[in-house]
């Protein structure tokens, strides 16, 4: 109930400019400060332990202003859960990149995993994400989906698109990605668990409180995802030196006003590999038509090396029912202009190579 009532005040205070609620998230943040005390002597503790030739009251200056923006920070989350687009990228503003680049980083975190794969903002974040790569030497990376949620609602939103997710971060070589511990055995949760079971939670151990962890590990029964997850990782081994050596060209980009979310490139190794996937987790795409005016000497046709089909939960044949529904094209022919596919499987992840025609005897 608390919880309801927390989120619900956030939901009205979001609908405040941004000038009146960002005093009352520092108010916030120093009501906690003033009444938390756990909280402020661990922050306290923590600046005596780095900065210990601080004086007292330049820790608590330090800590207070901390706690402040916390609040802050927590009141404003409502505009980027419930706020529209438009209103978030007038507030938003990113920069930086160039101290990033200064320091020789070549990766930054990035924010793909509060996005599901079907949404068409998913293809925005993942076309910039692309673009800085192309342009810049550090580049966000591509997040492949966390396991510390157990909330059903969590899984309803993000539980679609796992499969395809690993298969773009795995071979697409040239952005950076990074994946959450327990990403493998992640199941599904239908009702609140006891405990977050694949999370810090239970690396932590907590005794008290909502969150206690009761019990040994427990592993998940997700099974179709962790063989599909599986079948990726093997894949990607694979064809790993072409992927280390290799550079990818764009055929069909991230496209956030396309009704499909088929996405195409190629990786240009020693062997030739075209990449093909649905970002679209519970839908079929429609008919695709990869452009052959980008590729240089293009094949007349590509043979499928490697197909993954998005497990569905607690469906173990999901994904032969997938099949099923709509086939896999297990050759890619050109038409001319194109090579024309039939509809992908929802979370479908194709790789192809080229078609060598061997002389007839």
């Known amino acids: 109930m608390l919880t309801r009532v927390a989120l619900g005040l956030l939901w009205l205070l979001r609908l405040l400019p941004l000038p009146m609620l960002a005093p009352l998230g520092r108010g916030l943040g120093l009501l906690y400060y003033l009444l938390g005390r ?28 901390h706690f402040q923006a916390l609040g802050r920070a927590v009141l404003e989350e409502g505009i980027l ?7 978030i990228r007038r507030l938003v503003r990113v920069e930086g990149i160039e101290h990033l ?26 076309r910039q994400y692309i673009d800085l790569g192309a342009i810049r030497s550090c580049a966000p990376s591509l997040t492949v989906m966390t396991a510390d949620k157990d909330d059903p609602r969590f899984d309803a939103a993000y539980r679609a698109g796992s499969a395809v997710r690993l298969f773009v971060s795995l071979l ?44 040994p590990y427990r592993w998940g029964h997700n099974d179709a995802l962790l063989a599909a997850v599986t079948r990726i990782r093997a894949f990607a081994d694979e064809i790993s030196a072409d992927l ?20 195409a490139w190629l990786i240009e ?15 079929a795409s429609g008919q695709v038509g990869i452009p052959r005016a980008a590729v240089p000497a293009a094949p007349e046709a590509w043979d499928l090396a490697f197909d993954v089909t998005e497990p569905l939960a607690d469906a173990r044949s999901a994904a032969d029912e997938a099949r099923q529904a709509h086939p896999v ?3 890619l022919r050109s038409n001319g202009p194109h090579w024309p596919m039939s509809a992908m499987p929802p979370g479908a992840g194709l790789v192809f190579r080229p078609r060598v025609d061997r002389p007839s005897r």
């Open 38 to 65: 756990e909280r402020r002597n661990v922050a306290l503790t923590n600046l005596g332990l780095c900065f210990p030739h601080w004086s007292e009251s330049e820790r608590q200056r330090v800590a207070r202003a």
């Open 81 to 87: 859960w419930w706020s529209s687009t438009d209103r």
């Open 101 to 126: 680049e200064a320091a020789e980083s070549d990766a930054a975190l990035g924010d793909l995993q509060s996005v599901p794969t079907d949404d068409p903002e998913f293809r925005r974040r993942l």
């Open 172 to 215: 697409v070589p040239d952005l950076p990605s990074y994946m959450a511990l327990g990403f493998e055995s992640r199941d599904v949760h239908d009702r609140p668990a006891a405990n977050e079971f694949y999370s810090k939670l239970y690396v932590f151990r907590q005794s008290a409180g909502p969150n206690v962890t009761v019990g």
């Open 244 to 263: 280390a050596s290799g550079s990818v060209r764009w055929l069909l980009p991230p496209d956030p006003t396309d009704s499909d979310a088929v996405i």
């Open 269 to 283: 190794g020693r062997t030739r590999w075209l990449c093909v996937a649905n970002l679209d987790g519970r839908q």
């Open 329 to 331: 094209s297990s050759i």
